[in-house]
């Protein structure tokens, strides 16, 4: 199969990355990164959640972004919703899309959610009543998809049969998430070659997190096999709440690097997109994992004089 | 093509990442590094470098070194080498084999080692005639391989012509040098194809850096040409002159990841591996940019009391 010359990026990080923030970012700050990435090109953006204030207080201000944020270009906003409460804010709000989110394996899911996987899928069909009436399409999220951390490699059959749950709920869009960073590229093959079967003319996203390095790579193996839709956190902001000082997300100006220059159209402004990166590791307050922000393009080139170069 | 079910990965941790570090590494931690790396079974490890100790003095104890090496288990013990004095030296020192070094950009070449690259392949030939005298195997590198920082993309043609005067003079392996991150899956496609019809028999090793994000994904292109031999530094200890914050080398641990998780063999203990990348942090005195090592392997599963998970 050859790689595929569009792709389709979603900037998740302010949800998935800023939510595991310590500290609370200001509304006007969100508004304005967000706004940034709609001015860059980033066709859909995944921008906050409507889980319950309580729990992720990081995005308690998920209606007041969305009010800030500029709705003429076309971009689509995007937002988490746990539950039927969160679809009736959601709706309320007026996003142009929300993803609901389960683990496929029961311990993750248990833990991250306290259901079942039934019980999520059962009350997933109350939200899709919701969104239903107010006519906003729904995305299905499948976490722990490459592996799970407490029981290990997950049943293909287990992420086809939640997929199959999800297009009879009439879900318009799958994503397969790498939580803990358990993807590989064999996996990856395996699971897309499954999932295709299953899921038609349905688009599989895939969601990758850089903890064991080779997010990317994982990337690569989702091209090989034709998949159009990837999820990156800007200047790779993000976390895995199993391993305090390792990566989270993707970072999404190394993945649109590493696209462009493999000749796939993304149609965002990579500049723009590494000037955001920088704003938010300003806006963070540390480090950051995003290397193209830091190393420059390839155009980018040197005055000899700069530099002293290392031998060998 | 098929990727390969083996693959050569050599440690240049000792030489390219110790040489940029600002404080001297006591010659006695620099052996227990490299046995350890022996005793995890790495097959060849470039251990350090004959270049002037004025220029590098972090590798001015080679000897030392490599009179404290293990020499019974078969691992390669490789030594960078600028010139003919370096090559007495290392003859003298009975390294295993040794590796020349140019850029294939003019302007690099110069700025590196004030040479032209004509310059440089003539000052080869004498190296070459003084370790075919002590019967020690010639390495070529050829720096700047995919990109120059002063002069942008580098022709393939003038790496086919270094790479012919390499194998003119009797080298034993050529490799091609990502001296400042500016390798990408499609130049490693090109330079590979153009390479594979001139070397021949001759093995093709691939150098990348991590300075944009994608080494492992340039080593995923390599692997898909059938490319079999790569460099990498434990923890991923190295740097990029042109970005004091960006990545250098890629990570060893990260790449033998990749390729256990690919079913392609190295015969390299991972779990070693990891445990030696914890001791370079420990000995270098700051984090470093590996990622399994703090991540752990797929197989290391959490109990699930252990953690609190972030939702979605």
């Not at 239903?132 to 290990?152: L, M, N, Q, S, Y």
């Not at 049969?161 to 009879?168: E, L, M, T």
């Not at 800007?234 to 590493?258: M, Q, R």
Request: net charge negative; charged share 20%; aromatic share 4%.
């Amino acid at each position: 199969m050859a790689i595929p010359t569009k792709v389709e990026v979603t900037e998740v990080g302010p949800r998935d990355g800023i939510q595991a923030e310590p500290n609370f970012i200001p509304t006007e700050e969100k508004i304005r990164l967000v706004n940034a990435l709609i001015d860059a090109g980033v066709p859909r953006i995944e921008f906050s959640s409507f889980v319950s204030p309580r729990a992720v207080p990081q995005l308690a201000d998920v209606a007041e972004v969305l009010k800030g944020v500029d709705r003429t270009k076309g971009t689509v906003l995007s937002a988490l919703v746990p539950n039927a409460r969160g679809a009736i804010r959601a709706a309320e709000a007026g996003v142009d899309e929300i993803i609901v989110f389960m683990s496929a394996s029961e311990s993750h899911n248990l833990k991250n959610v306290n259901r079942t996987v039934e019980e999520s899928l059962v009350g997933f069909e109350e939200v899709a009543r919701i969104m239903g009436d107010a006519g906003i399409p729904v995305h299905g999220a499948i976490a722990t998809a490459f592996g799970c951390p407490f029981e290990g490699e997950v049943p293909v059959e287990q992420l086809g049969r939640i997929a199959q749950r999800y297009i009879d709920m009439g879900f318009q869009g799958i994503g397969l998430g790498d939580t803990t960073g358990m993807a590989t590229p064999p996996r990856v093959t395996k699971n897309v070659r499954h999932l295709r079967g299953i899921m038609g003319e349905v688009p599989l996203g895939l969601h990758f997190h850089n903890t064991r390095g080779i997010g990317l790579c994982n990337v690569m193996a989702g091209l090989d096999e034709g998949v159009t839709h990837y999820d990156a956190s800007f200047a790779g902001l993000g976390g895995c709440p199993f391993v305090p000082k390792a990566s989270g997300n993707i970072c999404t100006e190394d993945l649109v690097f590493l696209l462009h220059e493999m000749g796939i159209e993304t149609g965002i402004d990579l500049r723009k997109l590494m000037s955001i990166a920088n704003e938010v590791e300003q806006v963070i307050g540390r480090d950051l994992p995003g290397q193209v922000m830091k190393a420059g393009l390839l155009s980018d080139l040197h005055p000899m004089e700069d530099v002293k170069t290392a031998v060998g």
